[in-house]
C-alpha cells in the first residue's frame, strides 16, 4: 500500500506566500517523480510543476518564476513553494507520485486528496 499526503495549504492575500508538502510512504520500491496538480472550480486538472529522478524540474508558464518545487529523495517528500500568489491560482492543489512499488512492477500513478489553495483579500 501507497499513500500520499499533502499538507499546507490555507488561504492567503494575494502577494502572499505558501508552502505545501507532499510525502509518499508505504511500499516504495523506487520514486519516478513527484508533482504538483491543481484543480479550479469548472476547470480540467493541469500541472502545475513536476520534478523527475534526476532532479530535471518542468513548470506551467503561468507559475514560472513564482513557484519552486523542490524535494527531499531521503524523506520521500516533495515541496512546492509558491510566492507572489494571484487570486488565480486558487484551487485544490493534487500532489502525483509515479513510482514502482517492487522492481518487478510497472510505473503507476498515485494521488493525493489534495490541498485548498485560496488567495483572497
Known amino acids: 500500500q501507497v499513500q500520499v499526503v499533502e499538507s499546507g495549504g490555507g488561504l492567503v492575500q494575494p502577494g502572499g506566500s505558501l508552502r505545501l508538502s507532499c510525502a509518499a510512504s508505504?511500499?516504495?520500491?523506487?520514486?519516478?517523480?513527484m508533482g504538483w496538480y491543481r484543480q479550479a472550480p469548472g476547470k480540467e486538472r493541469e500541472l502545475v510543476a513536476d520534478i523527475n529522478y534526476g532532479g530535471s524540474t518542468n513548470y506551467a508558464d503561468s507559475v514560472k518564476a513564482r513557484f519552486t518545487i523542490s524535494r527531499d529523495s531521503a524523506k520521500n517528500t516533495v515541496y512546492l513553494q509558491m510566492n507572489s500568489l494571484e487570486p488565480e491560482d486558487t484551487a485544490v492543489y493534487y500532489c502525483k507520485v509515479q513510482l514502482r512499488t517492487k522492481w518487478i512492477r510497472p510505473v503507476d500513478d498515485y494521488w493525493g486528496q489534495g490541498t485548498q489553495v485560496t488567495v483572497s483579500s
Open positions: 508505504g511500499t516504495i520500491f523506487s520514486i519516478n517523480s
